[in-house]
């Protein structure tokens, strides 16, 4: 048996995970061709690398399947309840920094802060009959901030993608999802409120705290930790 390292299967985050692994000693790459989900490590005996979606990695390390693995922590969180139970974060990696945040359209000029959103909420409610909608993937980490925060008037509408793109449809009043440049909330007319910023996320490695490991297996875990530079 071997040490499985989860990691993004495509695009940036992917890339920029084998560059991480590779400055360190350690070269990760892709096997056959680009379409082909098999991967190749080096630097490193007994690590198999198993190429997943970043949205599934949480749930293998919970689940066990794999022992490592790299995804943002906002996924981490989103998707695994009580997470820090499941599984440990051993290294930040300094990439695939977003902040899960909560805007809202440029038009409502009174709407600034969380206390603006909960009066606005309200108002919305008393006057539209519904209450006013929050679209996102991220249900668990919005639910829990914005209980924390003491704003209850409103409803979740799921969104996979495109989240900004709600308003605009009308079939949401406000979003909340990752960004990093702020361009995609620019070009959609959206500002972010300035008390909202649920999560601050980057490229994370974690170590699953489910997976069973032998001897070799913990041992190759421990040289990959020193040959990586974090023990
Ligand atoms: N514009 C961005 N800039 C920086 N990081 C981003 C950006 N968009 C997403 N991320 C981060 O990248 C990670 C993966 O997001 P992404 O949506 O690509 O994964 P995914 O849902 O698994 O994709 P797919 O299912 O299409 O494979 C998340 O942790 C997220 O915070
Ligand atoms: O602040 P920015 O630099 O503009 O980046 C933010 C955008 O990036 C992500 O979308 P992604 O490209 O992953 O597509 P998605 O709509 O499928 O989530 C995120 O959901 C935002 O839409």
Not at 155 to 166: F, I, K, N, P, Y
């Amino acid at each position: 048996m071997s040490v499985k390292l989860g990691v993004p299967s495509k695009g940036r985050l992917m890339e920029k995970t084998f560059d991480w692994f590779g400055e360190r000693g350690i070269s990760l790459s892709r096997s056959g061709s680009d379409r082909e989900y098999a991967g190749k490590v080096e630097g490193i005996a007994g690590v198999e690398l198993v190429l997943l979606s970043a949205g599934e990695i949480p749930r293998e390390l919970a689940a066990g399947r794999i022992h490592l693995g790299v995804t943002g922590t906002d996924l981490v969180r989103e998707k695994l309840g009580q997470w820090e139970q499941r599984v440990e974060p051993l290294a930040e990696l300094g990439f695939g920094h977003a902040d899960l945040i909560l805007a809202v359209p440029n038009a409502w000029v009174d709407v600034n802060s969380l206390d603006d959103l909960d009066a606005a909420a309200a108002a919305f409610r008393q006057t539209h009959k519904f209450r006013l909608r929050i679209a996102t993937k991220y249900h668990r980490l919005v639910r829990e901030f914005l209980r924390d925060h003491g704003v209850a008037d409103y409803q979740l509408v799921d969104s996979q993608g495109a989240t900004e793109g709600t308003v605009k449809n009308e079939t949401a009043e406000a979003v909340a999802d990752i960004t990093s440049t702020g361009d995609t909330l620019r070009a959609n007319h959206l500002k972010i409120l300035s008390d909202a910023t649920i999560l601050k996320s980057q490229a994370t490695l974690f170590r699953s705290r489910m997976a069973a490991a032998n001897d070799s297996e913990r041992a190759v875990i421990k040289e990959m930790s020193r040959t990586l530079g974090l023990i």
